[in-house]
């Protein structure tokens, strides 16, 4: 069960700060008095109020911007909403950003154990899983080299042969479905579909909505941070397909 109690979530667009050095020397020739720059705000959310069950498969949809990514790293706990409150019931395998744990100067030997122990996995499990990872990454005659070296598509391979080691409770998926090759694509898809068997709870972001329409059985449509609609996936895809349009 996943409730998002009227959730905002807020950010100050980075301006260049007034006592740097470049701009401490640009000013010297500047004539004039200079007007201080206002910090930008800006709401990535705005009041999304949204109640998942247990065993729901949820997509998100909306355009670039539209907060979709931002929802999912609330959820996981990775921002604090600036308003609102978010309760998770469950353990959560957040799939976001994949290959961000690793270190590029160590192996991918190195990094499952470095990743595995992120995600809070004991080194005696990882001993345990280790073959299982390698094989499902497909990188057996790279385990070797160190990560820096890998395509971006090999990067995630390996983080998505890590993160799904386990079944969770709460899965939150943003677009992996759409890294490495095509049969590691079909693989990721059936390993997804095997944890929403097991009765996995999904959070979902993809572009692509035939993807949304094939996995979920409900949607999330999101515009410039509101809620738009949440409800049955083909009722919810229609009518965003159709303001697309």
């Known amino acids: 069960m996943i409730d998002i109690n009227n959730v905002s979530m807020r950010f100050n667009l980075g301006n260049e700060k007034e006592n740097s050095l470049k701009l401490i020397f640009i000013n010297m020739f500047k004539f004039g008095k200079r007007k201080k720059k206002k910090k930008d705000e800006f709401w990535a959310l705005k009041d999304v109020d949204v109640h998942i069950q247990k065993g729901d498969v949820v997509g998100i949809v909306g355009s670039n911007g539209a907060g979709k990514s931002t929802l999912l790293k609330v959820v996981s706990g990775v921002y604090k909403p600036t308003k ?10 957040p799939m976001i950003e994949l290959g961000a744990g690793f270190d590029g100067e160590l192996t991918a030997r190195e990094n499952i154990y470095l990743n595995g122990a992120i995600l809070g996995y004991s080194k005696e499990f990882i001993d345990e899983k280790f073959e299982e990872i390698v094989e499902f990454s497909e990188l057996k005659d790279f385990l ?58 999904v959070m979902y972001v993809s572009h692509s909505l035939d993807s949304i329409r094939d996995l979920c059985n409900k ?15 083909n009722e919810v895809c229609d009518a965003y397909y159709k303001s697309q349009m």
């Open 144 to 201: 070797d080299v160190p990560v820096k070296n890998f395509s971006s598509g090999m990067t995630a391979k390996l983080a998505f042969s890590i993160s799904t080691i386990v079944n969770p409770e709460v899965l939150i998926v943003d677009e992996i479905l759409s890294v490495g090759d095509i049969k590691f694509q079909e693989k990721s898809k059936n390993k997804m579909l095997s944890m929403i068997k097991g009765g996995t709870t």
């Open 219 to 233: 949607v999330i449509w999101l515009d410039h941070g509101k809620l738009l609609m949440f409800g049955e996936t």
């Open 84 to 93: 609102g409150s978010v309760e998770v019931v469950g353990n959560i395998s």
